[in-house]
């Protein structure tokens, strides 16, 4: 049920809340926000909103940068993490306009909503539901320096077998073996149990949570299906809540695809379905895998425009450090059942019509979740209406490991970018799929590219430690 402002105010007397947030989102996928004292929120500020300054946030907005945040009631959550009771918000920006303020187009929670409102006009579906798979890494200390003198970073996890000479109790996990290992060896479980009470406190529904593969602390959290747009404010939430409880565990979380090497990556698996009027449209008893016409297309989109959305689900350098064999993460572009070396995996166990999907398995949660579930939506509308079918385009299915293809084989099949740059090249010559319908604006489109690009020049400047192993000698 939409809660009303009479419910806000509801909440704010019944909870002793002292302050109210408002939680906004920058270009690049981080929350900022703004606090006010509850005494002072009322209807008018549901209506009139709270200024900012867009061009703060890496908008390059058209328009004055001067917009106002709009808060959405339906989002209220009281703040765990707060000492002083704290009511927190988000909603979304808008221009400053008259009769009435319009939506600011680049903001991202505004791109998701116009995904939605797209594929609702294309009569496709009503409903995108999505599944995102957590993947972090919890550390005991991190540090790095990047100065003329100095150019390094340190990580430590107690359990990691790299402490199999210090840690004193010989509670070690070996190298790549910590895939659901038990306690005493899972030493984190407490504060991801805590964690997902958090979650579920701010109506994120969880299915699991359990140590991934690599053995320095790295950890996945699950949530149920939800509505895309709820599980795009959800995955912000997700990610605050697992930065905030790792602090008070004396941890520090990290979504960094590949902070450690020789060790497992850490991915954001995308599940996605489509519903029409309450019915799955991605069934099929006939279809291969049990999905239906329409979910080929859906997945002919995605694995057609794979490389410029690889500039959106896997913005930073780090990410296609991720991208490589021998680890799980996908590097081919194709389909198939139950097999992780493909970059869309369609899982055996989903059996009902209304379970029955696909996962996209190349995102990352350096992402800024808007922009990425929107893109997603868009690539795959886009097969839907030019009846892209993946199989005559020869992405598949690939029912065979493809890590273990002679390199004849392996040469005929299409990759994924290996580089930011790449990516971006990709992205520059490939977007009328994401502008379709007005969704992204293109002046987001050629800010976006241009500031990724200065990040990656920016960071081929900085000489590698690795670089020094090398080279030095030479």
């Known amino acids: 049920m939409a809660k009303s402002v009479q419910d806000i105010m509801s909440m704010i007397r019944e909870n002793g809340i002292k302050m109210v947030d408002f939680k906004m989102v920058d270009v690049s996928g981080q929350y900022r926000h703004v606090t006010i004292p509850a005494q002072n929120f009322s209807e008018d500020t549901m209506k009139s909103g709270i200024g900012f300054d867009a061009s703060n946030y890496g908008y390059a907005v058209v328009e004055k940068s001067d917009m106002v945040f709009i808060p959405d009631p339906d989002t209220a959550v009281i703040d765990p993490f707060c000492e002083i009771p704290t009511l927190s918000m988000t909603g979304d920006a808008m ?173 954001m698996h995308v599940h996605m379905l489509l519903f029409k009027d309450g019915q799955p449209v991605f069934s099929d008893d006939n279809g291969y895998a049990h999905l239906s016409e329409t979910a080929h297309y859906f997945m002919g989109g995605l694995l057609k425009h794979i490389a410029s959305l690889c500039a959106l689900t896997n913005p930073s350098t780090n990410s296609f450090k991720r991208l490589v064999p021998g680890f799980e993460a996908p590097v081919t572009v194709g389909y198939a059942t139950s097999n992780r070396s493909a970059v869309i995996r369609i899982p055996a166990y989903a059996k009902s019509p209304d379970k029955r999907r696909f996962e996209l398995r190349n995102p990352d949660a350096t992402c800024n979740p808007y922009f990425c579930y929107a893109a997603i939506l868009m690539a795959g509308l886009d097969g839907i209406k030019n009846k892209i079918d993946p199989h005559a385009c020869g992405w598949g299915p690939y029912d065979v490991n493809l890590y273990h293809l002679s390199d004849e084989e392996k040469a005929k099949l299409h990759h994924l970018p290996t580089s930011l740059p790449e990516a971006l090249d990709a992205l520059e010559a490939d977007h009328d799929y994401l502008t379709e319908g007005g969704v992204f604006p293109i002046e987001l489109i050629n800010s976006f590219i241009k500031t990724k690009r200065e990040e990656c020049r920016a960071m081929a400047a900085i000489p590698h430690p690795a670089e020094f192993e090398k080279y030095y000698n030479l």
Request: aromatic share 10%; with cysteine; glycine share 6%.
């Open 95 to 267: 221009i400053i306009a008259s009769p009435e303020n319009k939506p600011l187009s680049q903001y991202p929670r505004n791109i998701i909503k116009a995904a939605v409102a797209h594929m609702q006009a294309s009569g496709v579906a009503d409903t995108m539901k999505i599944l995102p798979e957590f993947e972090f890494y919890l550390f005991d200390q991190v540090g790095w320096e990047v100065s003329p003198n100095c150019i390094g970073a340190s990580i430590d996890a107690q359990q990691s077998y790299w402490n199999s000479a210090t840690e004193g109790k010989g509670v070690i996990v070996p190298k790549q073996k910590a895939y659901h290992i038990a306690k005493p060896f899972d030493r984190a479980y407490e504060a991801r149990s805590e964690m997902c009470m958090h979650m579920l406190d701010a109506g994120i529904e969880i299915n699991y949570h359990h140590p991934e593969v690599a053995a320095s602390g790295q950890f996945e959290i699950e949530p149920q299906l939800g509505e895309v747009v709820h599980m795009a404010d959800a995955t912000m939430m997700i990610k605050y809540i697992i930065h905030n409880t790792a602090l008070k565990y004396g941890k520090s979380a990290t979504f960094m695809p590949k902070p450690i090497y020789g060790e497992a990556g850490s991915g």
